[in-house]
């Protein structure tokens, strides 16, 4: 045997020895899970969602009496709420609502400063909701209904504060509309007192 046969023996082994030793078929890559179909009920898509958020965030603008040029900059800062639901983008945009309020407002009482209160809330708990979650996400309503009863329980407070606030500063004179929403507070205190105290 020649040295070329040689060499040429030795290097078909050599061959031979490291195929044997690659994987055969493809044992490395995971099973193949089967199809999974998980039933929702109705939902919402999350884009859909996101401009119900610049909507709101738009119409709390709005509502704390900007202008044209305070609600074009109230609108490019709702679209912070767009990208960044869960985000930064309703701490900015509750900011300036605060800042047009501040600026436009001549220290008298408002119905639309309740309608601002609700929105404002709205606008929180619907981006708190949404958080980080993508475009596509699909929301249900059975999730949007879980934490109801807790904001009905706060923003029914608040309002209540908001009036009674708005009656004891002198900013309307409906005197009876203030006991009422003083002892509506009570209420509202004593009912929710036990069920915040209680151990889970």
Known sequence: MTALERSTASLRRLVAAQTRRLPRGRPTLAPRRPRVTVETGAWLPGWLLRLVCVALAVGCVRLAGAG?????????????????????????????????????????????????????????????????????VRVELRALLVPAPRFVAVQLTAQLVAVLGAAVTGRFELPGLAVLAAVGLAALVLFLTPRLTARP
Request: charged share 10%; proline share 4%.
């Open 68 to 136: 044209d040029t305070l609600t074009v900059l109230g609108v490019v800062l709702a679209a912070l709420v767009l990208v960044r639901p869960g985000g930064v983008g309703p701490v900015v945009v509750l900011a300036f609502t605060a800042f047009v309020l501040t600026v436009s407002s001549d220290g008298g009482w408002r119905p639309e400063s309740n309608l601002l209160l609700l929105g404002a809330h709205l606008l929180v708990q619907l981006g708190a909701l949404l958080g980080r979650s993508s475009w596509a």
